[in-house]
């Protein structure tokens, strides 16, 4: 059994700053990619960011220059450093991460993180 467990949302005013955690737990060999994605209400979810396990980074252009991924192999654990905050980050944001060998995607319960203007 594999969890992923995200942390680190909230409420906070445009502008601003939040940090999110992600840490994947239980039989885990390897973990490929890991990434973050977002669903704002009525909207289909989205990539925000991804790193492999080899750091190379891939970001939606929305959030280029705002938000940076980072990652932890050996603590399976990967964040999101959020600046610069707008309204429309407002969303629900989900951990995935990709095992290896299998490709098995395993999905977080998701953060809320709430941009006020």
């Known amino acids: 059994q594999v969890q992923v467990v995200e942390s680190g949302g909230g409420l906070v005013q445009a502008g601003g700053s939040l940090r999110l955690s992600c840490t994947a737990s239980?039989?885990?060999?390897?973990?490929?990619?890991m990434g973050w994605y977002r669903q704002a209400p009525g909207k289909q979810r989205e990539l925000v960011a991804t790193?492999?396990?080899?750091?190379?980074?891939n970001y939606a252009d929305s959030v280029k220059g705002r938000f940076t991924i980072s990652r932890d192999n050996n603590k399976n654990t990967v964040w999101l450093q959020m600046n610069s905050l707008k309204p429309e980050d407002t969303a629900v944001y989900y951990c995935?991460?990709?095992?290896?060998?299998?490709?098995?995607?395993?999905w977080g319960q998701g953060t809320q993180v709430t941009v006020s203007s």
């Open positions: 995935n991460a990709v095992l290896w060998p299998g490709s098995r995607s395993i």
């Open positions: 239980g039989s885990i060999f390897s973990i490929n990619a």
């Open positions: 790193i492999t396990s080899g750091r190379s980074t």
